[in-house]
């Protein structure tokens, strides 16, 4: 039997091939004959579509085809993985800046560029609603048509859909205080590494997609509904993600590139920059207005959230995301009253999606900020005040739902005790802490073959996707440990519909969960179906026989796997396949979000900044993050996960933000303009505690991560700077100017309200 493999970090799956370049991610991939695409789109965010002349690109040599919406079906095909909204090209008019308008097809990327530019569309410049309060003006352009809208009452707004959840009487609450602030959260892109790229060709059953998508079978279901085509005849092809964040899990061309190859019947191609991949696809950006009550002692009365999300021109997934991060936002704490009103918001601008935390970070920042306030204000400590509000384990928080799963007052504990809490700090230095709470996957289903070889090596097929997450190595240590194999002896193949079952989604921190369990299934069948081969073969009853990872136990001697293998097939060789079937609690049609979350994703987080108050410059002295994640599998990752994932969250506190003018152009494009964390915005100390109670409802007691690091770090720094510099913040990013500026008015104030004194 090989050594126990969970909680051990071995080396990652595939990690060599990352570091040195030998992944094969989809610019790499090359098919024969293919065909290069080129997009076409216009300089503002909303212009009406008078005329597309493509004369004068169809003369440059190389280019085959060139496909305007006059060529396309009649209505205009449209797809989305929620509502079926956005068309392959703009049909009429753009609704946001980059939004295509046609598509050269050549043989070369040079050509496709060149005829691309020689396009000439006639268009006039539209009023675009850029921003919330623009989109629900009176009188303000509709983004989409009404007669997409169906009949409802929002048929003729800006507004997408709407949520009210909540309980008890908030109006009816009474409080010893009463908080009332708005907060900004930006609008900013995923930036993986890996730009977004497609491919698609014609085969002999139907068309074959290539796509680094989180969801492959999302893709398959939405590719098929968008040509009219049974799934059957779509297979996609995902090679593991150069980095998703969310960005690359719903389709985006893929329609479109199936389309242009059933077209011109050649493989067709299309990889975008990184200036194109900003333009496609961003985080929903918010406005939340938080009014909170509480009582002398700092226990919560009610909390009354109305935020403001603003999608971009069509719905994509952001929906979900608005809907089921603002159903627990009034986050991980007791609230007798609340009431969270929440709109998803259409505007002209870049389609939004998933983004890492599912649109948690922008609930947390607004109400873990009011929390910190009113600890400031009511004389409490800021650690204290959230240790009296949080549920204790198995308390319910959110009536009806999952009550908390983990300690986490504990981790709140460990957390301060980590960053030294109550250690003297210098002059300009500040600390601030921060809890999130984000819900995992409801309904949704994982299925997992795993198949035993002869030699008593496996190998696993899954619909997950590895984005660098580290799926393969955990599921090869799930099955090398249920089987008795070395880690070697298991191979994880993942990624081609045509080949591996059903997989829901790479998303919700759910895969080491869902997907873990199912494959744990698969490999108990397995040594179901050993032991009953080996009572065949040897003529014994089942109740006689034991299997053990590894090894047959009959009454007078012990047996391998392969041995069993051998006697029961022989020179002909042969071997055992195992399915598993994870599906959680299923689908809720009473609850607001489809289902129950099968955990809570917990997060705490603890930073010590320093601030230079002539600049307004913000270095991290130190940063703990303390997360409940039942059991971590392979410790290494878990840490590599929540430590990526706080980094990823001081760009939206610190610097990020898309920046448009009025024409709805994004005016930082690119690695240049746009600013993300690098090994300088790092804090010094980076801290990770991860606290194991084997509690979850994964394999040996997990619950998913890769996400909590990012859920309350905007809070933290924000109340680390406040008490640093003494000033308070309310939009993100806490860049050096705002805190300048914030730190110029408060003095300002203060010389204004010193007393004169008169003779």
């Not at 680094?212 to 968008?226: D, E, G, I, T």
């Not at 099955?479 to 829901?504: F, I, N």
């Amino acid at each position: 039997m090989a050594d126990p493999l969970i909680g051990q970090s071995p080396l990652r799956v595939g990690g060599r091939e990352r570091v040195t370049g030998a992944q094969q991610y989809i610019a790499d991939i090359h098919l024969e004959n293919v065909l290069h695409v080129k997009l076409v789109h216009l300089g503002v965010a909303r212009a009406r579509i008078d005329r597309i002349d493509v004369a004068e690109a169809l003369k440059v040599p190389g280019v085959r085809r060139i496909v305007t919406p006059a060529d396309l079906p009649v209505p205009m095909p449209r797809f989305g993985p929620a509502v079926t909204d956005r068309p392959l090209l703009a049909v009429g008019e753009t609704k946001f800046f980059g939004e295509p308008v046609a598509a050269v097809v050549a043989e070369t990327i040079d050509a496709a560029e060149d005829a691309a530019a020689l396009v000439r569309v006639v268009s006039e410049e539209l009023p675009a609603v850029l921003t919330v309060d623009q989109a629900l003006a009176p009188g303000a352009p509709l983004v989409q048509d009404p007669a997409l809208r169906g009949k409802g009452p929002l048929a003729q707004t800006n507004r997408l859909n709407e949520w009210t959840f909540g309980w008890g009487d908030v109006d009816a609450a009474c409080a010893d205080l009463v908080l009332e602030h708005d907060y900004e959260f930006p609008m900013i892109t995923h930036f993986a590494i890996e730009p977004h790229g497609y491919m698609a060709a014609p085969d002999e059953h139907g068309v074959t997609i290539w796509s680094p998508m989180q969801h492959p079978f999302v893709l398959q279901r939405v590719v098929a509904a968008a040509l009219g085509w049974p799934i059957s005849r779509v297979r996609v092809i995902s090679p593991d993600p150069g980095g998703g964040f969310g960005g690359k899990g719903w389709p985006k061309f893929e329609p479109l590139m199936a389309y242009l190859a059933l077209e011109v019947g050649r493989p067709v191609r299309l990889i975008l920059t990184l200036e194109e991949t900003f333009q496609q696809v961003r985080r929903t950006s918010a406005t939340v207005r938080a009014r909170t009550g509480f009582t002398s002692d700092g226990r919560i009365v009610f909390q009354d959230l109305e935020g403001h999300f603003l999608l971009g021109a069509y719905a994509d997934i952001g929906i979900r995301v608005v809907s089921k991060a603002s159903y627990a936002a009034c986050g991980p704490y007791h609230t007798p009253n609340a009431r969270v009103i929440a709109r998803a918001i259409l505007s002209h601008t870049t389609p939004t999606t998933a983004f890492r935390g599912f649109g948690t970070p922008q609930a947390s920042w607004a109400v873990e900020s009011q929390l910190t306030k009113a600890a400031r204000l009511l004389g409490l400590d800021p650690a204290e005040i959230r240790l009296r509000n949080v549920p204790a384990k198995g308390e319910a928080f959110i009536p009806n739902d999952t009550p908390a799963d983990g300690d986490w007052g504990s981790a709140i504990r460990k957390a301060t005790a980590a960053a030294d809490w109550h250690r003297p700090l210098p002059k300009h230095r500040g600390r601030g802490i921060s809890l999130g709470l984000k819900s995992s996957s409801t309904a949704s289903a994982s299925l997992a073959i795993v198949r035993l070889h002869y030699d008593g090596s496996a190998t696993i097929l899954s619909g997950t996707s590895d984005m660098g997450q580290g799926a393969r190595t955990v599921f090869a240590q799930i099955a090398a440990q249920e089987l008795g194999l070395k880690l070697d002896e298991v191979a994880v193949v993942m990624g081609d519909t045509a080949v591996v079952p059903y997989d829901s989604s790479t998303s919700a921190s759910r895969s080491t969960v869902f997907m873990g369990n199912a494959i744990l299934k698969a490999c108990a069948e397995i040594r179901r179906r050993l032991r009953t081969l080996a009572a065949e073969a040897f003529a014994l009853d089942e109740e006689r026989i034991q299997v053990e990872p590894g090894r047959v136990r009959l009454p007078d001697r012990e047996l391998s796997y392969v041995d069993v293998l051998k006697a029961r097939f022989g020179p002909p060789r042969g071997e055992l396949i195992g399915v598993g079937e994870e599906r959680g609690g299923g689908y809720v049609p009473t609850h607001p979000l489809g289902g129950r979350p099968e955990f809570w994703e917990f997060m705490c987080s603890a930073a010590e900044v320093e601030v230079d108050p002539e600049v307004g410059t913000v270095e991290i002295v130190k940063l703990v993050l303390a997360s409940d994640i039942g059991h971590a599998l392979n410790p290494q990752q878990v840490e590599a996960q929540d430590e990526g994932a706080a980094v990823m969250g001081l760009g939206h506190s610190l610097m990020e933000h898309l920046i448009l003018n009025e024409h709805g152009r994004i005016l930082n494009l690119g690695a240049l303009d746009y600013r993300i964390p690098t090994v300088q915005d790092v804090p010094r100390e980076l801290h990770s505690i991860l606290i194991e109670n084997h509690d979850g409802p994964g394999p040996y007691g997990a619950k998913g991560a890769g996400e909590g690091g990012i859920l309350a770090i905007a809070a933290a720094i924000g109340a680390a700077i406040g008490e640093a510099v003494g000033v308070e913040i309310r939009d993100l990013p806490l860049t050096p100017e705002r805190i300048w500026r914030a730190i110029q008015e408060k003095q300002n104030q203060q010389e204004a309200e010193k007393p004169t004194l008169t003779r």
